[in-house]
């Protein structure tokens, strides 16, 4: 197992928090894209399956980064990133192929911005989390 160390697995309230706040995002984007983008190639039934089944691992990811970097076990920081990041990117990726060709300009705008903004707001919030004075041995 990657970076083992006390309690590693253990999530707290607030990291069972986050993770339930990531399903309840994914769920409200899928009924934001099915009146959205479901007119230019984008099932909304397969973009839910892709947002709600890549939610655990993005959400968990996150958690794990930071504990692992706090205790600076690179290469268990290096994989949960990855594991994150590749969660984090996987709606888009699928709205990206599905919809590509079909939709306005405007449309990739706003989704360029949307993961623009959220993927910078996650990065920040890891890191603050990472840098917190507070070595936790319990996932947020």
Excluded: C
């Excluded at 990206?96 to 707001?121: D, H, K, Q, R, T």
């Amino acid at each position: 197992m990657v970076g083992v160390m006390p309690n590693q697995d253990r999530v707290g309230l607030l990291g069972k928090a986050w993770i339930v706040g990531v399903f309840a995002y994914a769920v409200v984007r899928a009924l934001i894209v099915w009146p959205t983008l479901g007119d230019y190639g984008v099932n909304p039934w397969a973009f839910l399956v892709i947002d709600v089944g890549t939610a655990w691992p993005y959400a968990y990811g996150q958690l794990r980064v930071v504990n692992e970097a706090r205790a600076k076990n690179w290469g268990g920081t290096q994989l949960w990133a990855l594991i994150a990041l590749l969660s984090f990117v996987a709606p888009y990726a699928y709205i990206a192929g599905a919809g590509s060709g079909e939709m306005p300009l405007l449309a990739w705008i706003v989704i360029g911005l949307l993961m623009v903004f959220f993927g910078l707001a996650s990065l920040v919030r890891v890191l603050k989390q990472i840098r917190s004075p507070e070595a936790q041995h319990e996932l947020a």
